[in-house]
């Protein structure tokens, strides 16, 4: 790389937005809901835009300029849904959403124009900034519920509170003979946000970690990883999390069928379930009945998921093509429920309902391109495998993680909404570049 296209700056910038996109309970109450990873997003922009301009460099990577193809159109839908908007308080929440839009998908474009260019070893770095961002809310969720646990304390109050002066807490499921049922949500804000948050790295690393060979380094780090992130991702109790892994591993099925079999996979997942297992003893009739709790499909929080998806009819006929608006669901939920608490719970309800068939449209295209992308990639792997490349044991493997954690995630929002959340644009980055990144040495 030639000394002029460095950027430490703006390089750091990116490392730290990375790290902390699911970072939610970080944020104020300024002109709305700011969160430090939109602060740092903001001076990332800035500082790309200005590194860019003072060396008049427009050259941007063809991916880049698809994903800015893909803001245009997002925007256009969310523009002229603003003329569905009949409230003071559906403009509101409409700005707010454009706000969030905006960073978000530039922050794709900008993101993907500088990891392309900056090579291999930039866009491995990113995704350990990633994974380790996640590995940071699994690590605290943990201590989280220790102390609430040991002493029905709320660790928040020590960390969270002095940095935003909001008030957050471990989540409640309810209680089971007078004992507190918690659920870690880490800094995500929900503890259903954090088990879909995390099976991202599960599903990214597993495949990678796999094909690892033997001896190496990371090997054991891998193992530790991914097994303390499947206990963290059991504690969560979150079945959208669960159902999206359960997909995501039977993607990853087919290519590495007899790996699932072989020692180095079972090792962790023993492991994992020995640790489950004592901690399920010592409390046996408790965690029988929480269990029951989570699997039952009566009561008041599953009913609530599938009753969300008794909206669309009713919107597509009033708005067809543009729906209510960016960001309006829970105008409308509250207008017919009187309820303020509660969002759609399920991403596509909130894609029909805000954005119309042309939003749902447009992102189904635009996840189309995201495996189109994979596919590439995948395709790459194989070529380097066939030219001798050491380094297509690391991008097939990379490429096929990435393929079951955007069918689990995509999956796991049936019931729950993530995808609208910034970490989502990061998975995005992550799955579009590496057909360009490793592509070049092809080219060589």
């Given amino acids: 790389m030639r000394r002029r296209d460095r950027a430490p700056i703006v390089e750091a910038l990116f490392f730290a937005t990375v790290l902390t996109v699911t970072f939610a309970k970080l944020q104020w109450e300024v002109a709305g809901s700011l969160s430090l990873s939109d602060v740092l997003t903001a001076l990332f922009l800035v500082a790309f835009a200005l590194h860019r301009l003072e060396r008049f460099d427009g050259r941007f990577a063809r991916c880049a300029g698809v994903a800015a193809g893909f803001f245009l159109a997002f925007a256009v839908v969310y523009l002229l849904g603003y003329f569905n908007l009949d409230t003071a308080q559906s403009l509101d929440q409409w700005v707010k959403g454009m706000i969030k839009f905006v960073l978000h998908f530039l922050f794709l474009v ?123 991702e059991l504690a969560t109790l979150s079945r959208s999390g669960l159902l999206g892994l359960a997909c995501g591993l039977a993607v990853l099925a087919v290519p590495y069928r007899r790996k699932l079999f072989s020692a180095r996979f079972l090792l962790p997942l023993v492991g994992v379930a020995a640790v489950v297992l004592a901690v399920v003893a010592s409390r046996a009739d408790f965690f029988e009945q929480v269990l029951r709790a989570r699997v039952s499909t009566e009561g008041g929080g599953a009913s609530t998921h599938f009753r969300v998806y008794e909206f669309v009819p009713d919107i597509l006929a009033q708005n067809p093509l543009l729906g209510l608006g960016l960001n309006n669901f829970s105008v409308y939920y509250e207008f017919v429920t009187g309820r303020t608490d509660f969002g759609p719970h399920s991403f596509y309800v909130a894609l029909f309902v805000e954005t119309g068939l042309v939003g749902a449209v447009v992102f189904v295209a635009f996840v189309a391109y995201l495996f189109r992308r994979l596919s590439l990639a995948r395709r790459v792997g194989r070529t380097l495998a066939v030219a001798g490349d050491a380094v297509a044991a690391r991008v097939r493997p990379l490429a096929w993680g990435l393929t079951a954690a955007l069918v689990g995630t995509l999956v796991a929002n049936v019931f729950y909404l993530t995808i609208s959340f910034y970490y989502f644009f990061v998975v995005a980055l992550l799955a579009i570049a590496p057909a360009a990144v490793f592509g070049r040495r092809l080219a060589a």
């Fill in 110 to 232: 900008a993101g993907l124009a500088l990891v392309v260019r900056r090579g291999e070893r930039f866009y491995w770095l990113t995704l350990a900034a990633f994974c380790v961002g996640i590995g940071l809310n699994a690590v605290y969720g943990v201590a989280q519920l220790a102390v609430a646990e040991l002493s029905g304390g709320n660790l928040d109050t020590v960390f969270v509170h002095p940095l935003t002066g909001g008030a957050s807490r471990i989540n409640v499921f309810g209680a089971v003979e007078g004992a507190s049922v918690y659920r870690p949500n880490a800094l995500t804000g929900d503890p259903n946000h954090l088990g879909i948050e995390l099976i991202v790295p599960l599903l990214v690393l597993l495949p990678i970690y796999l094909r690892l060979e033997p001896g190496h380094r990371l090997r054991t780090p891998l193992m530790l990883g991914l097994a303390f992130g499947l206990v963290v």
